[in-house]
């Protein structure tokens, strides 16, 4: 005998077994949209922890394995008398210094170029030192003014061997190397090349100019006192950097990234858990007479309660594990195809490896779990309130017709998300946000009942005269909480992806008309690696000026500087302002400089990253001066997402004294031929720029812009197909389930008389309504969900704003879709069903 | 066994169904109740299961006074004490006839093994021997109503309520099926409620009640 408060354990195992065996299609249904969930997640997860293990992987291998650097803000680097002043702060063992040089081999291949002091180094950063092919290891024969030591990568990505010779340019300077060792102490995927320092300094113009200095501390130093008596020593222009901070830096850079990917996977997730309750919804509505007669024989509320959250609990662990080893597939594919990015642009290098998180995938699978069990909460509600006496005569709906379904719990989840939507990013990150999407989710799906009375109000005003129409809308009137139910699916996956879409289509718009303001001229010039080949000097650009057949010219240059050693380095931007070549894409117009301040221009992220508004007074660190600068005006850009600053060109030169420019803009006379135009400028550009000349249309640049965008969104897209895939499939059970489960019914109409085909006309129809009304309230919930990511996610994760274009064919195709599928979906399942013999269909028990 | 007194019930809306009701039903002793459709016999069982509840007045069954239960302990009466046999059959579709009859007895906790060995051994005993594998939608209406009565009784319960057990089923069955059901619950000593439009099938009671307004006619 059962002890009183024990539970019927072999009972429920019956009845859950059973109920598995006779709908296993249903279940695997559930199963797979919580594994895709999982997957999904886990895997997202699974590629940015492997991208940034590898990304901080490499800080760690050109950093060796100093314990503190100092590093230069800009590309121009620090004065070497910094040097012997740091060896002498107490506690500072040894000093290494570094020239750090971008630069390409074989006019090609892109490779970090190491300058080392060997006998510094040796005691500093020994990983970062080459092993002689010829065996020898006497520190006094390391270097000699020709050698060179590469990475693996940098052999490979150069096509060079040991004891062949290389061409490496940088700073406008190029020189032929002799391979003479490897890099041994450097991992796969690093081009990485080591020279001697002095060599470094002279031949890449770099004479009394450093890049970096690499610290060992000695072993009982205080470490807060070492850095301090560092920062104290810094001059303009060299800031300190730790391990730490470098990591913050790379982190910073694509954590928003990573955070919405995660958050798209989550989607997924949050979609399986939807179809979980709509299945189990279902599932219960249409056991609530066995439910009752269960009770009826003896099984308590809470036992059937239990009975269905173990079935959802079943189905999370299934799903979860499942999804699980999907998730590592999954992750372990998209790395090997797609980069550890997922086209996102933010970490380049060779292929990471996958490395397994065992914690991220146990929160992934707990999160299949609650999603299912969160999914069943509602149902096994119902199940337990269900009154065995009036539930066994199996009288139908749940919900009174007659009563107007109550919206007061969504009309406050509606206004809670979006009061969220006015709260700030949290720690750079959009949680509030997605709190308020998932809201507005919430009441939407709540506010479902009393939308679909409201909508079908609409048909019951009018008198519809064919038969099946009619019994279509009268049954949809007649039991408003299993059309809640049916349509609960449809508009969370459609909502979610029409939010996504028109946010992407309004990103992809806004780029496309950011694209036309940023690139008015015809032409292109740039020399490769922004300046490492070189420059257009004073000189050249006054000759390229008077090219006949060019309109006008605007010449620029990009230098990285870095404002704080936990972020990324801004761009520092110097170009032609105002005339045509001079246009900036601002936001809130321009502000006039006061006398003697320097007027700049800050990008959206770099307002957003460092707090700059505009107005604000500046120091920037240029190249040995701190200029003062004034904020006149916050533009658009979407090119540099670490931030940029737009400076006079004429200014940056009189403040650095650098005339040299990368970045040319040509406008061509009516009339003029740009072949013939670009002969005439490579005339009379030096021979050894015109070797690294790159040359684009506006147009090219443009179709390359778009291009890039689609390539970064690609994974967006798939994450965003895959929810709605799930979505489909969900309304596919739904109306199938339904439909299945109207057997008696069916059989009840045929019986009075209703046609087979009016039958069928009937499904078909309430299929389409489902469809239509789910598409529409789906369509108006995700265009305010869209709203959300436009306004709240995108300007506090990536600090840029978008005008919000409506994809208006891609509406009308999704409520066709959804139409389709649910009037499809209707039609088989009633066929099936209509299959069973009218005279057997009225005797079913159920 | 069964006590009811002064029993009163309205529907929503103000209509009594009955009231001052008074019935006493002994041990063993076999009741049919009487009455026209829609005066109220399946309400009448349904308040004496504890599946719905009086406006006025007590029942009690083996002296436990119901009205002082809460859901689950009626839950646990209904579980221990009471078996059921409706018009509708109300077989579980999705569970063989072995496992549908043997579900009273595994939600009292019985191990499964057990519970279908006696399980087999009821279905034998109502004519339906070695059928356990079937599935409900391989029987006739006869059938399906003799495995509900042996759902009823396998548990042995002290009081079976059963509500037109024949009303679905053609006189021929129905006689069979009335005459199997009597056989067994004389056999197995247990109380029976049954309430019931048919003379034919009240006919087999030891009392028969007629159930009007003003409560039951006859000797209760």
Known sequence: ?846 | MLTVKSLRKAVPGGRVLFQDLNLTVDKGQFVAITGESGVGKSTLLNVLAGLDSADAGSVAIDGVAMESLQDDALTRLRRDRIGFVFQAFHVLPHLDLAHNVALPLVLQGVAAEESLARSAAMLEAIGLGGRGSDYPRQLSGGELQRVAIARALIHRPALILADEPTGNLDPDTAAKVMSLFVEQVRHAGASVLLVTHSPVSAAVADRVLHLTRDGLIGHA
């Open chain 1, 1 to 846: 005998m059962r002890k009183d408060g024990a539970l019927p354990l072999t009972a429920m195992r019956w009845m859950i077994v059973s109920e598995w065996r006779t709908y296993p299609s249903r279940t695997l249904i559930a199963v797979l949209a919580i594994a895709i969930g999982v997957a999904l997640g886990l895997a997202v997860h699974l590629i940015n922890g492997s991208a940034l293990s590898e990304f901080d992987h490499a800080i760690q291998t050109v950093s060796g394995d100093a314990d503190l650097q100092v590093h230069t803000t800009s590309a121009a680097g620090f004065g070497e008398s910094l040097y012997p002043k740091l060896a002498r702060v107490p506690g500072i063992a040894k000093v290494s210094p570094v020239v750090e040089l971008n630069a390409r081999a074989e006019g090609h291949a892109a490779i970090t170029v190491l300058g080392l002091d060997v006998l510094s180094a040796a005691l500093v950063t020994p990983r970062l030192l080459g092993r002689r092919s010829d065996g020898r290891h006497d520190p006094n024969d390391f270097f000699s003014g020709e050698d060179i030591y590469l990475s693996s990568a940098a052999m490979h990505a150069s096509g060079k061997r040991v004891g062949q010779w290389i061409d490496i340019a940088s700073m406008g300077h190029s020189f032929s190397f002799r391979i003479v060792g490897d890099l041994p102490g450097i991992p796969a995927g690093q081009p990485i090349g080591v020279i001697d320092i002095a060599v470094a300094q002279w031949r890449f113009g770099q004479l009394g100019k450093l890049q970096r200095l690499d610290l060992r501390l000695a072993a009982n130093a205080d470490r807060a006192q070492v850095l301090s008596a560092i920062s104290a020593r810094l001059p303009l222009g060299a800031e300190m950097v730790t391990r730490h901070s470098e990591e913050q830096r790379s982190d910073g850079l694509s954590r928003a990234y990573r955070v919405n990917l995660d958050m798209l996977a989550l989607m997924a997730l949050l979609t399986g858990g939807f179809l979980v309750y709509s299945a189990q919804s279902l599932s219960v509505a249409r056991r609530r007479p066995q439910f009752a007669l269960i009770r009826v024989l003896g099984l308590e509320r809470r036992g059937l309660v239990t009975q269905v959250f173990l079935e959802a609990l079943v189905v999370g662990v299934l799903g979860s594990l499942v999804g699980l080893v999907l998730g590592v597939g999954l992750a372990a594919a998209a790395l090997h195809l797609l980069g550890s990015d997922l086209g996102g642009g933010y970490f380049t290098g060779g292929t990471p490896h996958l490395s397994f998180a065992p914690g991220a995938a146990a929160a992934f699978g707990v999160l299949g779990i609650a999603a299912s069990i969160v999914g069943s909460l509602l149902p096994a509600r119902d199940a337990a309130r269900s009154q065995p006496a009036l539930a066994l005569k199996n009288l139908g709906d749940t919900i009174d017709p007659r009563v107007t379904p109550r919206i007061r719990i969504a009309l406050i989840f509606l206004l809670l998300g979006a009061a969220g939507s006015f709260a700030p990013a949290v720690n750079g990150l959009p949680i509030f946000g997605y709190l308020s999407m998932a809201l507005l989710l919430a009441g939407g799906i709540a506010i479902m009942p009393w939308l679909a009375r409201t909508l079908l109000s609409l048909f019951m005003r009018r008198r519809i005269t064919n038969v099946s129409l009619a019994l279509a809308t009268q049954r949809l009137w007649g039991a408003p909480s299993q059309a809640a139910m049916a349509l609960s699916g449809i508009v969370a996956s459609t909502s979610l992806m029409i939010a996504m879409a028109v946010m992407v289509v309004s990103f992809r718009g806004s780029v496309e008309a950011w694209l036309y303001q940023v690139l008015p001229a015809d032409l292109y010039l740039s020399l490769d690696d922004n300046g490492t080949s070189g420059g257009f000097d004073a000189a050249t650009q006054a000759k390229m000026r008077h090219v006949d057949g060019v309109a006008w010219m605007g010449f620029m240059k990009e230098t990285p500087l870095r404002l704080a050693p936990d972020k990324p380095a801004v761009w520092l931007i110097a170009r032609t302002i105002g005339g045509p070549a001079g246009q900036l894409p601002l936001l809130h117009g321009s502000l006039v400089a006061p006398p003697n301040d320097i007027p700049v221009w800050v990008s959206e992220p770099a307002e957003g990253i460092y707090g700059i508004h505009q107005g604000d007074h500046l120091t920037l660190p240029i190249a040995g001066v701190t200029p003062h600068v004034f904020v006149a005006g916050i533009w658009r850009d979407y090119g540099r997402q670490q931030g940029s600053i737009v400076m006079d060109s004429d200014t940056y030169t009189r403040l650095t004294g650098d005339a040299s420019r990368s970045i040319v803009s040509v406008a061509l006379k009516a009339g003029s031929a740009p072949d013939t135009v670009l002969d005439r400028l490579r005339a009379v550009i030096p021979a050894s720029l015109v070797a690294h000349l790159s040359v684009s249309r506006s147009q090219e640049i443009r179709a390359k812009g778009i291009a890039a965008f689609d390539r970064s969104f690609a994974i967006t897209y798939l994450l965003e197909a895959i929810p709605i895939l799930v979505g489909l499939v969900g309304v596919a059970a739904t109306v199938s389930a339904q439909t299945l489960a109207r057997i008696k019914e069916f059989g009840m109409l045929r019986h009075i008389g209703v046609l087979r085909r009016q039958i069928v006309v009937m499904l078909i129809a309430e299929g389409a309504l489902l469809g239509a009304m789910g598409g529409i309230a789906g369509i108006g919930l995700g265009v305010a969900m869209s709203q959300i990511l436009i306004r709240v996610v995108n300007p506090q994760s990536f600090h840029w704003t978008m005008d919000t274009r409506i994809p208006w064919l891609l509406f009308a195709i999704v409520i066709i879709a959804l139409v389709v599928a649910a009037g499809g979906t209707a039609l088989f399942a009633g066929r099936r069903a209509l299959s069973t013999d009218a005279v057997r269909a009225v005797r079913e028990d159920w």
